[in-house]
């Protein structure tokens, strides 16, 4: 189990909702965490009835239900980094942000969870203001991906021109840094670009052809939330990340019927696991 910044067990936190099927939400989070060496902790925002053909059902849990869960795991365990999810509704994602100031968590990965693979919508309308109102500003790092940055600012993203101008416009709404994710992109590469608010850097990773892809962007954000945990820079937690999920992505494991998920333990098989 890796250490944290503070000498203690790296300690990470996912508020997010649960998948059935194994592939995205907490599952996805908790795994990856266990995989990186950080000490795992949720708070459920929703439960889902979902397979890899779909999502089948959506069954929030209160708001009061949410905050109990966060205050619980804040008053006791402690979070050296926590990321987002699924949090569904403007209530919910307002006492979440309510919770990170209580506590002056600053190590926050917030993944604009929007649209499952198959299709459903995980946000309602209306908690999109309450996102980028309540939330952004309290965050270190948003990570969208493509259609997601496009929801979250309303402009076209279709190059490197507008995915920078796009993280400009999230930047300018509070969030330290921007990773936008070139997966929805054509070519032969997925390149991400991370933007501090002033300049960018960009990484790349081999394009891979394969349905086994869902709960890529938990997987990435939870990957990136425990190198925080452990102490790491910004942009070696990035790396790191991108690493892990390019694993997974590449090693993906066939189960279901539709958009399968990728492998976890890729990473770990590879000999890659921080020390």
């Known amino acids: 189990m890796a250490e944290s910044i503070n000498g203690n067990v790296a300690r990470a936190l996912t508020i997010a909702g649960s998948d059935s099927g194994g592939g995205a939400g907490i599952q996805a989070d908790l795994k990856t965490f266990q995989e990186l060496g950080a000490y795992g902790m949720s708070a459920l925002t929703a439960i889902t009835a979902q397979n890899t053909l779909g999502v089948q059902g959506v069954f929030p849990l209160t708001k009061e239900a949410v905050k109990a869960q966060i205050h619980s795991v804040g008053s006791d365990i402690g979070v050296d980094a926590l990321k987002t999810g699924m949090l569904f509704s403007a209530e919910i994602i307002e006492e979440v942000a309510e919770a990170i100031a209580f506590f002056g968590w600053k190590k926050v990965v917030v993944d604009p969870v ?49 995915k920078l101008e796009a993280a400009k416009k999230l930047s300018s709404l509070g969030a330290r840094y921007v990773l936008i994710k070139g997966g929805h992109e054509a070519g032969t590469e997925a390149v991400d670009l991370l933007f501090d608010g002033s300049g960018y850097s960009e990484l790349a990773g081999r394009r891979i052809e394969t349905a086994r892809t869902h709960g890529t962007g938990c997987t990435y954000s939870a990957a ?36 399968g998920p990728t492998n976890h333990w890729a990473y770990r098989k590879r000999g890659l696991v921080p020390k």
């Not at 908690?127 to 965050?139: D, I, N, S, Y």
């Not at 790491?232 to 992505?249: F, G």
């Open 114 to 162: 929007m649209i499952a693979k198959g299709g459903a919508s995980l946000l309602q309308v209306e908690a999109v203001r309450a996102l980028t109102r309540k939330l952004l500003p309290l965050t270190m790092i948003v990570t969208p991906n493509i259609p997601e940055a496009e929801h979250l600012t309303g402009m076209a993203v279709r190059n490197k021109a507008d």
């Open 224 to 259: 990136l939330t425990a190198g925080l945990a452990q102490g790491l820079d910004i942009e070696e937690a990035v790396r790191q990340a991108k690493a892990y999920i390019q694993a997974a992505i590449e090693d993906g494991i066939t189960v279901g019927g539709g958009h």
